[in-house]
């Protein structure tokens, strides 16, 4: 089968595959090509898988069906904001163990559902690549063939060789991944063995050449230039010609932020949208909060109108940031996450309406319960690590995570606010015609990693909710003030971490080294989920309660130096006043 396909807008794409079974009774080979439409091309962009069904399987030919099918169906209703690395290996490694789980019903598992598996994911102006077994997937880039997969075999002997590696062989698989670029006349080819077995790369990028030319029935060709090479396996191909790409992120979508103007400033009494302003909530540079009455709603219930600062009216990438944030919390659905408002209506001005929810910051309960008992900490913090672990499994960081941003409904239950810094992977992996707003979050909250050359990751926001909970156990922070003022590497590295035993001697050694790995300044060395943190705070780790049996020496070198000068020095202050009092 061949088909030629066209995008007409952001990209152009030419597309052609064809598959056959050849010499063989049964075609055990698998392909697929979506080219979405709307926002899926945006967030998802366009797909093409290859299978080839292992021959030595019973189940090679409903193997290749379900990893095609079942990638491509699945791959499209992943979350928007995960990013095509995220969304693929997920998906991927459901497939495994799905195939996995049904070759269980033979006596070898190598001979149940197993297949090769290549697919290569166009995203604005990036290629991303999923690749296991011996399918294989080439670019052809002006006048060079370039492989960008290595085969998952090993040779035997002469005529003779196995695959090393294939999904359903193994309970786990270990995918090959790649990301680069992707340039405007690029050519991709995918193929099964059947055909790069018995046709030379140079045949391949002759072929590949006149496809971007405008010649029509190149997978064709190939496939009768095996079978007269004498290919005795299933053949299979598919041809990508990238011929236009989105410039730069689709500059129209960027020229869209501008349609709604911003709001004038508004004052107590006055009316937007059907929205009654009754008071100012909080304003700064950047963004003012109001709380409104919605008079349209028969309840008249009480929301929080988010609007943007007149300052930034042209600037697009602070506009971008401000419309990123109601698409954030539109995606993230957790009772301990502030949510957008159920509004659904008409606006004439660029503003976000949110749910409204009474209480105290954390912040002002920390001020007011400087000897909170450890379980009620624990229980807060295990409801903020439920709202985070929220936003990570959706592939985003919240990135200001701290006190004035959660707020305690009823005094009790706690809700992450305020997603003016977030970062989501899907969104981050779309070119933009400008440069992105990259806003830092408080400095006394914020991992090293976001005032250094390093990338922040889930561990970033592990690492601020360690400080956190350290500050509601304390009334301190576990680096001092001076961490405030680090900027590069080598400032960070002067700091020492401070027992929070030293503060509060109601706290458990195990539990303070719980707290010194979540804000380790390493990123490696912290947990690697905000989940495991909360397990430790709540169940004394083995490895933590053996160190509240060890010598202060051995569990805190700096500490135990620190009091004994402390100790040396008023020893010695007392032998002075001893000595100028004439020893009596």
């Given at each position: 089968m061949n088909k030629v396909q066209h995008l007409d807008s952001q990209y152009l794409i030419h597309a052609e595959q064809g598959t056959e079974a050849g010499v063989k009774a049964v075609n055990e080979d698998c392909i697929g090509l979506r080219l979405p439409e709307d926002s899926a091309l945006t967030f998802k962009g366009i797909a093409s898988v290859i299978a080839d069904g292992v021959s030595a399987a019973e189940k090679g030919k409903e193997a290749a069906e379900c990893a095609v099918k079942g990638f491509l169906s699945d791959y499209y209703s992943c979350p928007d904001s995960w990013s095509v690395k995220t969304a693929g290996q997920k998906v991927l490694t459901s497939l495994n163990r799905w195939l996995y789980g049904q070759g269980q019903h033979f006596a070898n598992i190598q001979k149940g559902y197993v297949c090769t598996f290549s697919s290569l994911i166009i995203k604005s102006r990036s290629a991303f690549i999923f690749h296991v077994g011996d399918s294989r997937i080439v670019r052809l880039r002006g006048n060079t063939l370039e492989p960008l997969t290595t085969d998952h075999s090993v040779q035997v002997n002469a005529t003779t060789c196995y695959l090393s590696r294939a999904l359903g062989m193994d309970l786990n698989v270990d995918i090959d991944y790649r990301h680069l670029d992707v340039e405007e006349g690029d050519v991709f080819f995918l193929s099964t063995d059947g055909i790069h077995d018995f046709v030379s790369?140079?045949?391949?990028?002759?072929?590949?050449?006149?496809?971007?030319?405008?010649?029509?029935?190149?997978?064709?060709?190939?496939?009768?230039?095996?079978?007269?090479?004498?290919?005795?396996?299933?053949?299979?191909?598919?041809?990508?010609?990238?011929?236009?790409?989105?410039?730069?992120?689709?500059?129209?979508?960027?020229?869209?932020?501008?349609?709604?103007?911003?709001?004038?400033?508004?004052?107590?009494?006055?009316?937007?949208?059907?929205?009654?302003?009754?008071?100012?909530?909080?304003?700064?540079?950047?963004?003012?909060?109001?709380?409104?009455?919605?008079?349209?709603?028969?309840?008249?219930?009480?929301?929080?109108?988010?609007?943007?600062?007149?300052?930034?009216?042209?600037?697009?990438?602070?506009?971008?940031?401000?419309?990123?944030?109601?698409?954030?919390?539109?995606?993230?659905?957790?009772?301990?996450?502030?949510?957008?408002?159920?509004?659904?209506?008409?606006?004439?001005f660029l503003y976000g309406v949110l749910d409204y929810i009474e209480g105290p910051t954390l912040e002002k309960w920390i001020e007011e319960n400087k000897n909170a008992d450890i379980p009620v900490v624990v229980d807060i913090a295990e409801q903020i690590m439920r709202g985070l672990r929220a936003f990570h499994r959706r592939d985003t960081l919240h990135q200001d995570l701290k006190p004035g941003n959660i707020i305690l409904e009823g005094g009790e239950k706690a809700i992450v606010v305020d997603f003016g810094s977030c970062f989501a992977a899907g969104i981050d992996e779309i070119a933009a015609p400008i440069q992105r707003d990259k806003i830092l979050g408080t400095a006394s909250y914020s991992a090293p990693e976001?005032?250094?050359?390093?990338?922040?990751?889930?561990?970033?926001?592990?690492?601020?909710?360690?400080?956190?909970?350290?500050?509601?156990?304390?009334?301190?922070?576990?680096?001092?003030?001076?961490?405030?003022?680090?900027?590069?590497?080598?400032?960070?590295?002067?700091?020492?971490?401070?027992?929070?035993?030293?503060?509060?001697?109601?706290?458990?050694?195990?539990?303070?080294?719980?707290?010194?790995?979540?804000?380790?300044?390493?990123?490696?060395?912290?947990?690697?989920?905000?989940?495991?943190?909360?397990?430790?705070?709540?169940?004394?780790?083995?490895?933590?309660?053996?160190?509240?049996?060890?010598?202060?020496?051995?569990?805190?070198?700096?500490?135990?130096?620190?009091?004994?000068?402390?100790?040396?020095?008023?020893?010695?202050?007392?032998?002075?006043?001893?000595?100028?009092?004439?020893?009596?």
């Open positions: 790369s140079r045949e391949v990028a002759e072929a590949l050449r006149r496809y971007r030319s405008g010649e029509r029935g190149v997978c064709d060709e190939l496939i009768h230039l095996a079978l007269a090479n004498n290919s005795k396996d299933n053949l299979s191909c598919q041809i990508l010609h990238v011929e236009r790409l989105p410039e730069s992120g689709d500059v129209q979508a960027y020229k869209k932020l501008t349609e709604l103007p911003f709001p004038p400033p508004l004052e107590v009494g006055q009316k937007l949208d059907g929205y009654l302003v009754e008071k100012q909530i909080h304003a700064s540079n950047r963004s003012q909060l109001y709380l409104v009455k919605d008079l349209e709603d028969k309840n008249q219930q009480r929301l929080v109108m988010k609007t943007p600062s007149v300052n930034y009216v042209d600037d697009l990438a602070y506009i971008e940031r401000f419309v990123l944030e109601s698409w954030v919390a539109q995606r993230i659905d957790n009772p301990h996450v502030l949510k957008p408002a159920n509004v659904n209506r008409p606006r004439h976001h005032h250094t050359l390093q990338r922040p990751d889930a561990r970033s926001d592990l690492f601020s909710l360690g400080v956190i909970v350290y500050e509601m156990l304390t009334g301190c922070r576990p680096y001092g003030e001076k961490y405030d003022d680090c900027t590069q590497l080598r400032d960070f590295h002067k700091l020492n971490y401070l027992p929070a035993y030293y503060f509060n001697p109601l706290v458990p050694v195990w539990m303070d080294a719980a707290l010194q790995k979540a804000v380790n300044l390493n990123p490696a060395m912290r947990y690697n989920d905000v989940s495991e943190f909360i397990y430790d705070l709540k169940t004394p780790n083995a490895t933590f309660v053996a160190l509240s049996t060890a010598p202060l020496l051995e569990r805190n070198p700096l500490l135990f130096w620190k009091l004994t000068s402390l100790s040396l020095a008023a020893l010695l202050v007392l032998t002075w006043i001893y000595i100028m009092s004439g020893g009596s």
